[in-house]
């Protein structure tokens, strides 16, 4: 998985345009929990969809971002999560063991 940083709040305002062009994916994962390291895992053993970018935050060191992303998306923050952004809003999140790739293609080829 080619995962791209996210790492500062102002990336966020980047993210919400890119998602106006093509579908954005945000994981949250928090390095102290080991079900976040399942569905991380799980997502790296995936193949890699083509045209999709992966944003990966470490919301342990991260935190104000992740809080950021709940406010500014009206998502209920969890650990681990994935956010889909589509058209500059958040069309799905899911958190757990519910995050596998075939439902993070799924929502983006209904959007």
Not at 80 to 104: F, K, R, V
Request: proline share 5%; net charge negative.
């Amino acid at each position: 998985m080619n995962w791209k940083p996210l790492t500062d709040i102002a990336q966020l305002d980047i993210l919400v345009e890119e998602s106006r062009v093509k579908p954005i994916v945000i994981f949250k994962h928090s390095t102290r929990c080991s079900i976040s390291d399942i569905a991380k895992s799980r997502l790296d053993r995936a193949k890699e969809p083509n045209g999709l970018d992966f944003y990966y935050l470490d919301l342990i060191q991260y935190r104000p971002i992740s809080n950021e992303i709940a406010e500014r998306f009206k998502v209920h923050h969890e650990s681990p999560q994935i956010i889909i952004l589509h058209e500059g809003e958040c069309i799905y999140d899911q958190s757990h063991n519910g995050i596998t790739m075939d439902d993070i293609l799924a929502q983006v080829t209904l959007n």
